[in-house]
């Protein structure tokens, strides 16, 4: 069962244009909501993380946007640059004391100089 | 230095045989994951421990038997490796068990042939 569902899969964008990643997740006592950013060859950082009682945040180029009662949230990445290729990962925290991450099946971002 | 380092970062390997892959995290978190990673990318977890106490183990075949011998490290031995084990195994760590940023290894690419 697929908890955290990505979209799209795959985004190719030219450089200065705006990448979205959009995700979905069913369970409502999701809590904690990190997108990380992962290079070819090396390990998952953490990029940005919002909590549910807040519709925004926002670091620099990149943005989360978050919908409670819909139960989704993206990532906004704004004036997109070609070192931001990379695969992208929404998450969400289940809570409770055997906390955990559940991942979202990734989205490979491609910008074009 | 190097936060969270992991070896060997290669891995080849044949079928039937018994591998061990070692972690090592020198931020003084609490908390230590392995994770795997498989050819599409999907991240799943497989353990957690906090404290050297597992606190998450998911639903992984029992050849697979993590150890921690203290905080700072996060062992896991594969028992009669089969062709879907081969993968990217990322060990991670975090300050405590909660929504705290969690710190990717480099990964060891296991490959069983």
């Known amino acids: 069962q697929q908890q955290v569902k990505q979209s799209p899969q795959s985004l190719i964008v030219q450089k200065g244009g705006i990448s979205i990643i959009n995700c979905a997740y069913e369970n409502t006592a999701f809590d904690y909501f990190p997108w990380y950013q992962q290079f070819p060859g090396k390990g998952p950082a953490l990029l940005i993380a919002i909590r549910p009682d807040v519709s925004e945040k926002k670091e620099g180029r990149f943005t989360i946007s978050f919908n409670k009662s819909a139960k989704q949230f993206s990532l906004h990445i704004m004036d997109s640059q070609p070192g931001d290729s990379a695969t992208y990962f929404c998450?969400?925290?289940?809570?409770?004391?055997?906390?955990?991450?559940?991942f979202g099946k990734g989205t490979l971002l491609t910008v074009n100089p | 230095d190097t936060a969270v380092s992991q070896t060997p970062k290669y891995l080849v390997t044949q079928m039937g045989n018994d591998k061990s892959i070692k972690c090592e995290q020198n931020l003084g978190h609490d908390t230590m994951y392995w994770y795997k990673q498989d050819s599409k990318k999907f991240l799943k977890i497989m353990f957690s421990y906090n404290n050297k106490e597992l606190i998450i183990n998911e639903t992984v075949p029992n050849r697979f038997s993590p150890k921690s011998p203290d905080k700072a490290h996060l062992n896991l031995h594969i028992n009669s490796l089969e062709l879907g084990d081969s993968a990217v195994y990322f060990c991670?760590?975090?300050?405590?068990?909660?929504?705290?940023?969690?710190?990717f290894g480099p990964g060891t690419r296991l490959t069983v042939t």
């Open positions: 991670a760590s975090s300050q405590s068990r909660g929504p705290y940023e969690q710190y």
């Open positions: 998450a969400a925290d289940s809570g409770g004391s055997n906390y955990k991450l559940t």
